[in-house]
């Protein structure tokens, strides 16, 4: 491990203004993209997807990824000399339903490393790993979740304290269900809706078994960002209402509200009474909201005619199109750098939800580009990070802020082509370098512990 990481990469000349006292700052992995060891574990649906022809961009596979799963203590130190307050990594439900129960043997090692390094854990425990034969289709897999749960709790909850129950089920039901892009790879469109209610009401159900095992401090990892229409058309603004219900309130108003936007519940699987049961325990309150956000996606009308959008293909059929924002810096993926839209989402959240919207967590940010010299990248967090102090100075309460990732990682569908990591990761020999932005977050951590900056 090279630790000799730039700490004078900062494009930005002002100093970062100081976060409240107790603000978590940590990065984000996920079990999948980073542990390997995949002959250690159950099989997901991301293995079955993986080995199709022609659905992974580079035709690589996660069956090593980072190794993670080997090299764990070294990456612990990384964190440890990055100096996070917290760690937020998921554990793969395939390794915890493995052939005798070993699987968890791998967390608890990883947790009892992590608090000896004094990084708080955060685990999410489900960051779309599926064990293979269980389908989100199928109702019945959210019991099925929370029994994992269950027995996750039981075993780590001595030393875990804060624990996010699912990542991004707006994106598992999208790109795996309704468009095909990730796994299981099914092209279902609006028929993929119980796909999103059943994830919903496993989150419920995992916050009740959490709470039943004393949790205490619970919360979700949800994608969101804000949605902005090509023009003011009124078709153009009614397709970019329309995306905003399916990213942002479909997924955050049940749990928020205990209810589905207008137009969303009569869509769900089952009777008005069982969805109203359901909303009951999906609204569980919690302790915090995780909210992983990248980039506001611009939305008209549709074209008629598929759009490549961000590395993903979107079909004719449906009923808005994504279109390009024009003069922003992108990313290698595509994708472009708009800081603002993180404090317009977190204030509009708090405009939306009022008392209902608990502390906020930024579970998730962060940008692909490629090189060790990643300076492109300290001006996105940079960026972000100021971001957010805005929307904390006007009034959210924003409580932490990971960034995604630690390491370069598999990307899913796009294999290994997009480098997220603050650590480089040579895939061929599995050796870590930090990068520039490694250093940047570093000096970071250490400058807002230090006091008042500037
Ligand atoms: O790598 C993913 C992660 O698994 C979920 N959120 C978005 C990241 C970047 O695409």
Not at 361 to 374: A, F, H, P, R
């Amino acid at each position: 491990m090279a630790t000799d990481a730039s700490t004078d990469a900062s494009t930005a000349s002002n100093p970062l203004p100081r976060f409240p006292d107790g603000f978590l700052w940590g990065v984000s992995t996920s079990a999948h993209q980073i542990e390997g060891a995949a002959e250690l574990r159950g099989p997901s649906v991301w293995d079955a997807f993986t080995a199709e022809p022609g659905r992974i961009k580079d035709g690589s596979t996660a069956a090593v990824a980072c190794d993670h799963y080997h090299r764990y203590r070294e990456d612990v130190a990384l964190l440890a000399d990055l100096g996070v307050d917290a760690y937020r990594f998921s554990v793969s439900w395939p390794r915890v339903d493995s052939p005798g129960g070993v699987g968890l043997d791998f967390y608890d090692r990883l947790v009892d490393e992590l608090c000896a390094a004094g990084v708080r854990p955060v685990p999410t425990l489900f960051h779309w790993d599926l064990p293979a034969g269980l389908d989100w289709l199928e109702r019945d897999t959210a019991a099925r979740f929370a029994e994992y749960v269950s027995v996750v709790a039981r075993r780590l909850g001595d030393r875990v304290g804060k624990w996010i129950t699912l990542n991004e089920p707006a994106e598992h039901t999208l790109l795996g269900h309704a468009l095909g892009i990730h796994a299981p790879g099914r092209e279902l469109l609006f028929d993929a809706l119980p796909v999103a209610h059943h994830q919903l009401l496993a989150h419920g159900l995992a916050v009740r078994a959490l709470r039943a095992s004393g949790a205490t401090d619970v919360g979700i990892a949800n994608s969101h960002g804000p949605t902005w229409p090509a023009s003011d058309d009124p078709a153009d603004r009614e397709a970019a209402d329309f995306y905003d219900l399916l990213l942002n309130r479909m997924f955050a108003d049940p749990i928020l509200t205990g209810r589905y936007p207008e137009g969303i519940g009569e869509l769900m699987p089952g009777s008005a009474e069982r969805i109203a049961a359901d909303l009951e325990i999906i609204a569980e309150p919690l302790d915090w909201y995780g909210v992983n956000y990248y980039a506001p996606t611009r939305v008209g009308a549709p074209q008629g005619a598929e759009i490549e959008f961000g590395g993903v293909t979107l079909p004719a059929e449906l009923p808005f199109s994504v279109r390009e924002i024009e003069g922003r810096p992108r990313t290698d993926f595509g994708w472009p750098v708009v800081p603002e839209g993180l404090t317009e989402l977190l204030t509009g959240f708090r405009d939306r939800y009022g008392d209902r919207l608990p502390p906020v967590v930024i579970t998730e940010n962060g940008c692909s580009y490629e090189g060790l010299d990643d300076r492109d990248r300290v001006a996105y967090l940079d960026g972000h990070v100021r971001a957010l102090h805005r929307a904390s100075e006007a009034g959210v309460d924003v409580r932490g802020y990971f960034v995604w990732s630690l390491l370069d990682n598999f990307e899913w569908a796009e294999g290994y082509a997009r480098r997220f990591g603050l650590v480089h990761v040579d895939f061929a020999t599995l050796e870590r370098t930090p990068k520039a932005s490694y250093g940047w977050f570093r000096d970071l951590i250490a400058d807002q512990r230090r006091g008042p900056v500037g």
